[in-house]
């Protein structure tokens, strides 16, 4: 199963769900829902729309420098299966999120300070 991501708002496409867009030279778009395909349509630039993963990495509103997003990063290169390796992978995926989470909340109160 793959999961793809929205080239508008960079959310995750399940299998079955959203809109495939081609080009003529080829290129695929591949969107989430209607509302980021018609915003494509619309020629407007993610990075200046306010809810897309977009604008806010560049306006500093989410975490975009974390180790923790190293796990996530698609790889083109096919993996030899290895039990004990998928085993300590799965074992490792609670802990990496509790310290996405803990980092994510350190961002927000750091930014809060800011404000402040």
């Not at 991501?5 to 829902?33: E, L, M």
């Not at 349509?41 to 977009?54: C, G, L, Q």
């Not at 698609?74 to 310290?99: C, M, S």
Request: glycine letters at 2%.
């Amino acid at each position: 199963m793959r999961l793809e991501k929205c080239w508008f708002c960079s959310s995750t496409v399940y299998p079955g769900h959203g809109i495939q867009f081609v080009r003529n030279d080829a290129k695929v778009f591949r969107f989430c829902r209607s509302k980021c395909h018609k915003n494509f349509k619309m020629k407007r630039n993610p990075r200046k729309v306010k809810w897309t993963k977009a604008y806010r990495s560049l306006h500093g509103k989410d975490m975009t420098q974390d180790s923790t997003f190293e796990f996530e990063r698609k790889r083109n290169r096919p993996e030899r299966y290895d039990r004990n390796v998928t085993e300590q992978t799965l074992k490792a995926i609670p802990l990496i999120t509790k310290i996405r989470h803990e980092r994510q909340k350190k961002h927000i109160t750091n930014r809060l300070a800011d404000v402040l």
